[in-house]
């Protein structure tokens, strides 16, 4: 696997699609018509990836979030504290500290989360409704329950997202395929920032303007999801920090920058 940032070289109990929908949170139940219901069961995945799903997003309810902020971090890069993503997540998440100082933090690692491999038993335990599902299926779905609940527990999330590939790390695919269902959660409200990473240049002259396919990919999905307020942070170029032709902390400033202007209310005034 070519990966680019070495060196060179829905919350528990969701309910099945029909079952019981809410048009919003706390307003009277109303049953989906018949041919609503088959259409999203069959095709609710379509639906989600060409995000028709914006009138379908009422049918779950979320759980109430308290007035505290909260930060979810994901990192996905597989090379530890020398990963410029989880470098610059890291910097997000201290300076979100200092703007929100009772704030809460939520930390995910998915390269070392053991992560659930999606099969057809586990497909099988989602269009199984919640009241028939077999103590097996209920367990098949518990880390699914567990994520999409930290995702509906924040308000803002900030992801590292190394390019492998010109694709997401495999880990963060299995993490987002296991929320990314007709069955997850709705994030509408939510607000993300991606840093995404890539050894490769991908800047004018390069040959890889049109290789940038993490940005879109990201972009589709969560926007699918309800998540219409996202930032990303692009860090191309980072081979030459790894085989030292340039100083990593003079590489990094421009990006902490960006980063910062982020989060104005952190940064002191006059």
Do not use: C
Not at 244 to 261: K, N, Q, S, T, W
Request: charged share 25%.
């Amino acid at each position: 696997m070519q990966n680019e940032n070495a060196p060179a070289a829905a919350a528990p109990g969701f309910r099945r699609a029909g079952i019981h929908p809410r048009r919003k949170v706390g307003a009277e139940r109303l049953p989906l018509p018949r041919f609503t219901r088959s259409m999203y069961s069959m095709f609710g995945l379509a639906i989600v990836e060409f995000g028709i799903s914006v009138r379908l997003a009422d049918v779950r309810t979320l759980t109430e979030r308290t007035e505290m902020a909260t930060l979810l971090r994901i990192d996905s890069s597989p090379i530890g504290e020398a990963s410029i993503s989880r470098e610059l997540a890291a910097e997000f998440e201290r300076i979100w500290r200092r703007a929100n100082p009772d704030g809460r933090v939520i930390a995910r690692d998915v390269t070392t989360t053991a992560i659930p491999t999606v099969t057809a038993a586990w497909v099988a335990a989602h269009y199984t409704p919640a009241e028939s599902r077999a103590r097996e299926q209920h367990e098949l779905l518990r880390f699914t329950q567990e994520i999409a609940q930290e995702l509906l527990d924040a308000d803002e999330y900030v992801m590292g997202v190394p390019t492998h590939n010109w694709g997401p790390p495999a880990s963060f695919k299995l993490w987002v395929d296991h929320f990314t269902s007709p069955f997850g959660p709705r994030l509408e409200g939510k607000r993300a920032t991606f840093i995404i990473t890539a050894g490769r240049s991908y800047g004018p002259g390069s040959g890889n303007e049109e290789r940038r396919h993490v940005e879109p990919w990201l972009r589709t999905l969560f926007g699918g999801l309800g998540v219409a307020d996202v930032h990303f942070v692009f860090v191309d170029a980072t081979a030459q920090v790894f085989r030292g032709a340039v100083d990593r902390a003079e590489f990094l400033g421009p990006h902490v920058e960006v980063i910062h202007a982020m989060i104005p209310q952190a940064v002191p005034s006059g």
